[in-house]
């Protein structure tokens, strides 16, 4: 098993029936981590579930669509009751990043973009980090990308909502910090997933950018989630993480 350096913690990961969401529960669980793998396909998510158990890690998958506030309440009720009473770390990994000039959004997309990569968020750890502060220890990580940091033609909404999670996680960060409650995120660059897949060779374009000058694999980003959920990262709080192959920072 390795590192089992999360023995002991509750983990809910949303978006973990694929891509970077899935790698990040199964890190997550190799680590000792009782993981509650959140998505809508429950055919993914018990997959992703058999795959951790096969390890001999412990995961349940919760059903979830996140698109509005009582979805996240009830969620967020489903991970602390199967998790004994706790949640330990949430990572929230659940987004849709439709790509397109920003005349053809519709109110529906706009909504769509909003409802999933910042409001479910908000709802989750508004029914959460409490509680992880009367305990005083939790982490939360949010999942953001490099597109928040820079504007890029076609990417307003998605890099929009994303910058919204950003100030989020600063803001909990100060809420939450001094209860013990570390609030990060991480910023992934272009990520070779079951979602990105339909881009084919606009992926490697973007990543070529970067020194890296690759896309990422899922396990990679995960791993850096996977830092900040553990006490190696204790004295790192609201954090906005880039693992974007460099893309920023040049």
Do not use: C
Request: aromatic share 4%; net charge negative.
């Amino acid at each position: 098993m390795g590192s089992v350096d999360l023995a002991g913690r509750v983990a809910l990961v949303t978006g973990a029936t694929s891509g970077i969401g899935a790698a990040t529960a199964a890190l997550l669980a190799e680590r000792g981590a009782h993981v509650m793998v959140a998505g809508r396909d429950a055919a993914r998510g018990e997959t992703v579930v058999a795959a951790v158990r096969a390890r001999g890690g412990k995961a349940d998958f919760l059903t979830a669509d996140l698109r509005d506030a009582a979805s996240a309440r009830q969620l967020a009720q489903k991970a602390t009751e199967l998790g004994g009473g706790r949640v330990d770390i949430l990572v929230n990994s659940a987004g849709i990043f439709p790509f397109g000039p920003t005349a053809k959004a519709t109110p529906a997309d706009v909504d769509a973009v909003y409802d999933l990569n910042v409001k479910a968020p908000f709802h989750l750890v508004a029914q959460l980090a409490p509680a992880m502060a009367e305990r005083g220890h939790g982490a939360i990580i949010n999942v953001s990308t490099m597109v928040a940091e820079y504007g890029v033609a076609g990417m307003a909404l998605y890099g929009s909502s994303k910058a919204a999670l950003n100030l989020l996680t600063k803001a909990w960060a100060a809420e939450f910090g001094p209860h013990g409650v570390r609030v990060n995120a991480v910023e992934p660059g272009p990520t070779r997933t079951e979602g990105t897949a339909g881009m084919g060779e606009d992926l490697d374009a973007l990543a070529a950018q970067a020194p890296a000058g690759r896309p990422a694999e899922a396990k990679e980003i995960a791993e850096a989630i996977a830092y900040l959920a553990g006490d190696g990262a204790s004295f790192v709080h609201g954090a906005i993480l880039p693992v974007d192959g460099g893309r920023t920072a040049v």
